[in-house]
């Protein structure tokens, strides 16, 4: 993945910038955006790719956490790369603690560039739920779709590793906070666009937004349960269906106000669950004359 040149990761490299051996902040954030910087980020991004990712490549043996983010491991893969050589040198000159390198290419991939390239993955699926004849269909289709891509994805991996480390780093959750407004703006953006198209609007005292986060939920509950259990009937490959278009589904069934009613969703519920009228008696009026 080639980055923006303009990209400052001075702004999120703070391992760096804290231990590098530079003695003034300008000359730290000149190596934060050198080019060699950024082999060593890739090198880490595709290391963590390839162990977090799916498939039977990564280091399954019982070492400690991250080993296979070893300063040796990393220049060897720059070395891969074949545009630029590291050595210990370079490596020290930013990083002189393995901690502060593991850091910080966490947080390079955890940042809105990659998880852009993410998002974009389900772009298709996302479009069809305005103009797809059989919305149903195009509804699991979106499931399936993003559970499936997150699977298959590290990215679902080291948003986990971000997430525990959002409570106590702050470089950590800015990041966190940014992959979900691009996560969540783009399913929201879709959703948007499908009601408007569809002439749907929400019940009162609900939002687009509410039940984007309602399906951002489920989606992640959903994805930390199949990378426990990957055959527990979440997903169904055959009929390319999920529990996550159910559950989509079942909110566009109950949380669309489709008969103009101006009913809540909870007068919904209340309609449906209370005491149904009682039947008429046969004998009050029912019969004929006396």
Not at 176 to 198: F, G, L, N, V
């Given at each position: ?6 990209e400052d ?5 703070t391992?760096?910038?804290?231990a ?8 730290r954030?000149t190596?934060?955006n ?11 991004r595709?290391?963590?790719d390839?162990?977090?990712g799916p ?11 991250f080993?296979?983010?070893s ?8 070395a891969k ?12 000159d ?9 850091r ?5 991939v ?8 993410f ?6 699926a996302?479009d069809?739920l ?5 919305v ?30 959002a409570?106590?780093?702050e ?8 992959m979900?407004q691009?996560?969540?703006q783009a399913?929201?953006?879709a ?10 609007k ?6 687009i937004?509410?039940l984007?986060?309602i399906?951002?939920?489920?989606s ?7 990378l426990?259990e990957?055959?527990d009937?979440?997903i169904d ?5 999920s529990?996550?278009?159910?559950a989509a589904?079942a909110l566009?069934?109950a ?6 009613d101006?009913l809540s969703l ?10 149904a ?11 004929g004359?006396?």
């Amino acid at each position: 993945m080639t980055e923006a040149p303009d990209e400052d990761l001075s702004l999120i490299l703070t391992g760096l910038m804290r231990a590098a051996r530079r003695k003034t902040d300008a000359g730290r954030q000149t190596l934060a955006n050198d080019e060699l910087t950024r082999e060593y980020l890739e090198a880490g991004r595709r290391l963590i790719d390839t162990q977090l990712g799916p498939g039977d490549d990564g280091d399954t043996d019982d070492r400690p956490l991250f080993r296979w983010l070893s300063q040796r491991t990393v220049i060897d893969e720059v070395a891969k790369g074949g545009r630029l050589r590291g050595s210990e040198g370079t490596f020290r000159d930013r990083w002189p603690y393995q901690p502060d390198y593991i850091r910080d290419v966490l947080a390079y991939v955890l940042r809105g560039a990659h998880w852009q390239e993410f998002v974009d993955r389900t772009a298709g699926a996302r479009d069809r739920l305005a103009d797809a004849e059989d919305v149903a269909r195009a509804v699991h289709d979106a499931g399936y779709e993003d559970l499936v891509v997150s699977l298959r994805s590290p990215a679902l991996r080291a948003q986990l590793i971000g997430t525990a480390m959002a409570a106590r780093d702050e470089i950590a959750r800015t990041t966190m906070r940014q992959m979900y407004q691009i996560s969540t703006q783009a399913w929201q953006d879709a959703y948007e666009k499908a009601a408007a198209a569809r002439g749907l609007k929400v019940r009162p005292g609900l939002t687009i937004a509410d039940l984007n986060y309602i399906l951002t939920a489920c989606s992640e509950g959903m994805q930390m349960r199949l990378l426990v259990e990957p055959e527990d009937g979440v997903i169904d490959h055959e009929r390319r269906t999920s529990l996550l278009g159910t559950a989509a589904l079942a909110l566009i069934a109950a949380c669309f106000d489709h008969f103009d009613d101006g009913l809540s969703l909870e007068d919904v519920v209340g309609l449906a669950t209370g005491p149904a009228a009682a039947p008429p008696d046969p004998e009050d009026g029912a019969g004929g004359p006396a």
